[in-house]
């Protein structure tokens, strides 16, 4: 089946840089690529969705200047935390839309923890 | 906007128990419906996804049932396991996007 990595798979960075987490989709293209947000406990929450060749669109009350993403070709859609802080620490998870289709294939995620 | 809840938030049962997890959603127009298990720390892992058109789908001990005009789909887990122990989310997809439910957080007791 279709697979989508992402990298890493966790990181620690400390308050005030920058990280960027990596989503690709190994085995198809996708024009289409969704970034959520996962606290403890809680369900997933979507960020914003990411369009290939064109900016992305974020959902309400999520700072675009803050959490940036880039989706310059077919297969990679990168999100980078800007100045990140303590309460940015979360699990976040991306999935890549298969073209064409509506089918969704899920990353396993990656760990921040920003100390 | 679509709201998607799970009920219960959380079941601990004993081993060999039949089980049923519910999932409801506030509007009907969806493209399709997925049950995905995550274990701790983990990323989502498809378990059963069902078409708008469809009204169940079945793979080995998990049966998934949708009634899209009711907003509902119940998972269905038969003689359950302690590896079956992880938290459970469905998942509507509009075409547009996926909304995600609570999830159920269940254990299974040996």
């Known amino acids: 089946g279709a697979v989508v990595s992402q990298h890493p798979s966790w990181v620690i960075c400390k308050s005030g840089t920058s990280v960027k987490i990596e989503c690709r989709s190994l085995?198809?293209?996708?024009?289409?690529m969704f970034w959520y947000r996962q606290f403890p406990k809680q369900s997933l929450m979507l960020m914003a969705t990411?369009?290939?060749?064109?900016?992305?669109?974020?959902e309400q009350g999520v700072e675009k200047d803050k959490f940036l993403i880039n989706h310059a070709s077919l297969t990679l859609s990168t999100l980078t935390v800007t100045s990140a802080h303590p309460e940015d620490s979360s699990f976040y998870i991306c999935?890549?839309?298969?073209?064409?289709?509506?089918?969704?294939?899920f990353g396993p995620g990656t760990r921040l923890t920003v100390t | 906007k679509q709201e998607v809840t799970q009920i219960p938030a959380a079941l601990s049962v004993p081993e060999g128990e039949n089980l049923v997890l519910n999932c409801s959603f506030t509007d009907s127009a969806i493209y399709n419906l997925q049950w995905f298990r995550q274990d701790p720390g983990k990323g989502l892992t498809s378990l059963l996804l069902i078409q708008s058109s469809q009204r169940e789908q079945t793979s080995g001990r998990l049966n998934a049932s949708l009634d899209k005009s009711s907003g509902r789909s119940t998972l269905y887990i038969a003689a359950s396991q302690p590896g079956d122990s992880a938290t459970y989310l469905c998942a509507v997809y509009t075409g547009n996007q996926f909304y995600f439910g609570t999830g159920t957080s269940l254990t299974v007791i040996p």
């Open positions: 085995d198809f293209q996708a024009t289409t």
């Open positions: 990411s369009n290939e060749g064109s900016k992305a669109t974020y």
């Open positions: 999935s890549a839309r298969r073209d064409p289709g509506l089918i969704l294939y």
